[in-house]
């Protein structure tokens, strides 16, 4: 008992060397500043979108056509006052705000019309995700329903987020779209930038691994399969040897539409472009351009297989592939 208590006095010794760091080492820390949008309400967002998105599929039960605008109505309420805090935080931080949270620029304003803005794009977000839901019913033999894809798959998942946050991507909502991929990604192992540009009926199967860089270019009726990297060959640097950010250059790849790529395919370049039509096969790995109508694949590797067994076995076992 003693010996408890004598460690339990060692713990403000140790909270006041945790807290010294905060000022040694403020790169980590956000203290003393006008708050960051909050990591649980724009999850909540997210989820609330997905209600929207998918009526009767979520969380909320019973509805129809007679109660289904007053439970949409609430949500969109909602979201419109929970976005428009978000985005203003959001703005407030990008414009390098920190300690007057009540300056001049009416931050709140502007985020309010980029809220409303947002959720008026709901209706067309529904429309192209129905759209996906379709390819992937149409691309899995597995499939036995429209149903079973809007509650079990992790591609449709992500992409759903992909969809949203691509909107405010292109609105320009710092931080908010990130931290739905971000999110979205932990859930699905699927890495989708909100930057990248993707066209209809995408469909991604099994899915996890998957990664889509900022600036690739994804035509219509495109699947990817399993652990597909869609990447940056490399990474350029201004005069002064700083790293080009943002999606001002080209770093990942174009595909074009009615494009296949099987599991763990790697397509790198931001001058590389997969013509339509093409299959890229499995384990491929393509830093250049592939003309359309074109199947790309690694030749057959042999498989050679050896049993200690005796007799048939042993027979049975040695062979090559």
């Known amino acids: 008992m003693a010996s408890d208590l004598r460690r339990k006095e060692q713990l403000p010794a140790l909270t006041a060397q945790i807290v010294e760091t905060y000022s040694t080492v403020p790169a980590i820390s956000h203290l003393g500043h006008c708050p960051l949008p909050n990591y649980d309400i724009i999850i909540g967002c997210c989820e609330d979108l997905k209600e929207i998105i998918y009526p009767g599929y979520r969380r909320r039960e019973g509805l129809h056509l007679g109660n289904v605008t007053y439970h949409v109505g609430d949500l969109i309420d909602s979201l419109h006052d929970k976005l428009t805090q978000q985005i203003a935080r959001a703005l407030r931080h990008e414009a390098g705000v920190t300690l007057d949270c009540q300056e001049k620029t009416d931050h709140e304003a502007k985020a309010q019309a980029m809220a409303i803005t947002f959720l008026e794009r709901l209706p067309d977000i529904r429309r192209a995700l129905a759209m996906d839901v379709q390819a992937a019913f149409e691309g899995d033999p597995a499939v036995e329903r429209v149903d079973e894809v809007i509650f079990c798959y992790p591609g449709l998942e992500a992409v759903t987020i992909y969809r949203l946050a691509h909107e405010m991507y292109q609105m320009e909502i ?34 996890t691994g998957v990664v889509i860089g900022q600036t690739c270019k994804i035509g219509n009726h495109v699947k990817l399969y399993q652990g ?94």
Do not use: C
């Open 174 to 207: 710092p931080f908010i779209p990130r931290m739905m991929s971000e999110w979205a990604h932990a859930r699905t192992g699927i890495d989708i930038h909100p930057g990248a540009k993707i066209g209809t009926h995408f469909f991604i199967d099994h899915g």
């Open 228 to 321: 597909v990297t869609l990447g940056a060959l490399s990474f350029q640097v201004d005069d002064d040897g700083q790293l080009l950010r943002g999606d001002n250059v080209k770093r990942h790849p174009t595909i074009e539409d009615r494009v296949v790529i099987y599991a763990s395919a790697t397509v790198l370049g931001g001058l590389t472009v997969i013509g339509h039509h093409s299959v890229i096969g499995s384990s491929v790995w393509l830093t250049r351009s592939v003309a359309p109508y074109t199947t790309v694949v690694i030749e057959k590797p042999k498989l050679r297989m050896r049993s200690e067994a005796v007799d048939e076995l042993a027979a049975e076992a040695n062979y090559e592939i």
